[in-house]
């Protein structure tokens, strides 16, 4: 940073989030990426014990849960973020925590993960979560019966869990919306065009410190906002933050739109280590 002749700051948030409870991007029959913390499967290279006559090493069949034929839309796998048109309907779906302390669990969280059947939320050496599709509690509880893997369900309807979070406004908070001039606030998770049209307004009503450019465009087509407060001077050091690069960070754009609020809002009374920066 010491390089740039005039050295700036940009508070930013990528276009790819969506900015509602992380569990809302979670799409059933999507591929999910392994998260580093979960232990992987082991190599097993002798035969285990068994469990109702069934080998440990052995893959455990699970029935198809899904008739491409007959399935509806809410049952057919989502592909892509694209194809979404409506929020999924959680009703019914659970999270569970899993015990990974057998060596085979991995193998068939794995297993059952290939079928469409869950959806591994992440975990640590000891156990990880997972989300069970409704009509595939039956068979995945069998499964893991099967295995001898311990299990506990942690949520048990997720979509009552997501309309706690993001609680419909009533007539008073409507007004108090109207009157601010945005949407935001650090009371529920916000979707993107909340975000950007929170930086849009701070930007309007304090135009001598606050700009917001688009600097391109995010893979799925969304524009990428930067938002930058300075108050000008040459001098002033850089400080870069951003939030939301990854579509599971459900807690780092609240963070974010929380220290622009902050610096925007009370720029007049900051101390000087606040506002010798951009």
Not at 12 to 26: E, G, K, R
Not at 81 to 89: F, Q, T
Not at 135 to 151: C, G, M, P, Q
Request: glycine share 6%; proline share 5%; hydrophobic share 35%.
């Amino acid at each position: 940073m010491g390089s740039l002749t005039k050295t700036v700051v940009f508070l930013c948030v990528a276009s790819s989030v969506l900015c509602t409870p992380f569990i809302n991007q979670l799409q059933p029959g999507q591929e999910w990426p392994t998260r580093s913390s979960v232990k992987q499967p082991y190599n097993q290279a002798e035969p285990e014990p068994t469990v109702g006559g069934v080998t440990k090493n052995e893959e455990v069949v699970v029935p198809a849960v899904i008739d491409e034929e007959k399935a509806t839309d809410d049952d057919k796998p989502v592909e892509t973020l694209d194809d979404v048109v409506e929020r999924i309907d959680y009703t019914g779906a659970q999270v569970w925590k899993v015990s990974t302390m057998k060596n085979n669990a991995q193998r068939l969280i794995n297993q059952l993960a290939s079928e469409k059947l869950i959806a591994s939320w992440g975990g640590n050496h000891t156990s990880i979560d997972i989300l069970v599709k409704p009509k595939a509690l039956e068979n995945v509880t069998a499964a893991l019966k099967t295995k001898d893997i311990s299990y506990y369900v942690m949520i048990e309807d997720l979509q009552q869990r997501i309309n706690e979070e993001n609680p419909p406004l009533d007539e008073n908070e409507l007004e108090l919306q109207d009157r601010r001039g945005h949407r935001m606030t650090w009371k529920q998770y916000h979707r993107l065009e909340d975000i950007h049209g929170f930086m849009d307004y701070l930007a309007k009503t304090y135009p001598s410190i606050v700009s917001v450019k688009t600097i391109g465009k995010s893979h799925e087509g969304r524009d990428l906002k930067m938002l930058r407060i300075s108050d000008g001077k040459p001098s002033n050091k850089a400080v870069f933050i951003d939030g939301g690069i990854h579509a599971r960070e459900w807690i780092s754009p609240a963070v974010v739109t929380y220290f622009i609020n902050q610096f925007a809002e009370n720029f007049d009374v900051e101390s000087d280590d606040i506002k010798n920066i951009d």
